[in-house]
Nanobody, 121 residues
Framework: QVQLVESGGGLVQPGGSLRLSCAAS????????MGWYRQAPGKERELVAA???????NYAISVKGRFTISRDNAKNTVYLQMNSLKPEDTAVYYC???????????????WGQGTQVTVSS
C-alpha cells in the first residue's frame, strides 16, 4: 500500500558529502515521523536522525553537527544531508515513515529497501 524508495547513496572519500532522499508513495493519508537508520556489517540497526511532521528533529550523537535531516511534506519526501563523512559512517541507510494509510485510522511503520553509503579513500 505504501512504498518508500531511497536514493543518493554511493562511494565518497572521507570528508566528503552525500545527500540521501526517500520518497513515499501509495495510499497515504498522512505521514507523521520520518527517520533515517543505518546498519553496518555485524552491527545492529541504529537511529541516525528523525523528524516530526512539524519539523522537530533529533540526531544520534555520532552525527550531530554533521548530518541534517529535512522533509518536504508536499512531496512525502525526507532527506539526509551528510557532511564531513567518516569511514565509520559506512553502512546501509534505511528510511522509515510512520504512515496513516488512506481509509484507516491506524499508523503503520513502513521501511525503504536501503541504500549503501561507503566512505573510503
Amino acid at each position: 500500500q505504501v512504498q518508500l524508495v531511497e536514493s543518493g547513496g554511493g562511494l565518497v572519500q572521507p570528508g566528503g558529502s552525500l545527500r540521501l532522499s526517500c520518497a513515499a508513495s501509495g495510499s497515504i493519508f498522512s505521514i507523521n515521523a520520518m527517520g533515517w537508520y543505518r546498519q553496518a556489517p555485524g552491527k545492529e540497526r541504529e537511529l541516525v536522525a528523525a523528524i516530526t511532521s512539524g519539523g522537530n528533529t533529533n540526531y544520534a550523537i555520532s552525527v550531530k553537527g554533521r548530518f541534517t535531516i529535512s522533509r518536504d511534506n508536499a512531496k512525502n519526501t525526507v532527506y539526509l544531508q551528510m557532511n564531513s563523512l567518516k569511514p565509520e559512517d559506512t553502512a546501509v541507510y534505511y528510511c522509515d515513515a510512520h504512515t496513516v494509510v488512506a481509509g484507516s485510522i491506524n499508523e503503520y511503520d513502513y521501511w525503504g529497501q536501503g541504500t549503501q553509503v561507503t566512505v573510503s579513500s
